[in-house]
């Protein structure tokens, strides 16, 4: 028993199956998100056929996409209805959540079960976010650089495909 906060991401992957079971249908059928957020809309996009685009940071451009269906920034904003709101609508959000959450308690399951299914089918998306402060900014700099001219090929064991 007991509670855990959803990250942003999670709510975002949740939101996304969700509204592809529901049924994506008409011209709006673009999957949206900005470039911090996890990679896993576009896989679940992509399952179902569906365009997919990745964003510039901010819930403005994720707005601004044509065919908008749904669209979403790890940082907790959902647009769910872009016909009736173009923009961050968390009432919307919370209402498609919690009639997930409703219909997978009918099954005996949770949204944590969900995350499980999306991982299972879309592989496993890991998206904590980790915050390392310095005094000297160069550091920061420095360890970019590197990152940039050598890149991870291996990351717990596990080879880097993308």
Request: net charge negative; glycine share 10%.
């Amino acid at each position: 028993g007991g509670w855990r906060m959803l990250r942003g991401d999670e709510v975002g992957a949740l939101l996304a199956a969700h509204l592809v079971r529901c049924g994506v249908t008409g011209d709006a059928r673009v999957f949206a998100e900005s470039i911090v957020s996890s990679s896993l809309l576009g896989r679940i996009a992509e399952a179902a056929s569906l365009p997919y685009e990745e964003t510039l940071t901010g819930f403005k451009w994720i707005a601004r996409v044509e065919g908008l269906r749904y669209g979403y920034e790890e940082a907790l904003g959902y647009c769910v209805d872009p016909e009736g709101v173009r923009d961050k609508d968390g009432i919307t959000a919370a209402l498609l959540v919690t009639e997930l959450a409703s219909g997978l308690k009918e099954q005996g399951r949770t949204l944590l079960d969900a995350l499980d299914d999306l991982a299972l089918a879309h592989g496993l998306h890991a998206t904590d976010q980790l915050s390392v402060r310095v005094e000297d900014l160069s550091v920061i700099a420095d360890a970019m650089r590197r990152l940039r001219e050598a890149p991870p090929t291996a990351l717990a064991g596990l080879a880097v495909t993308s």
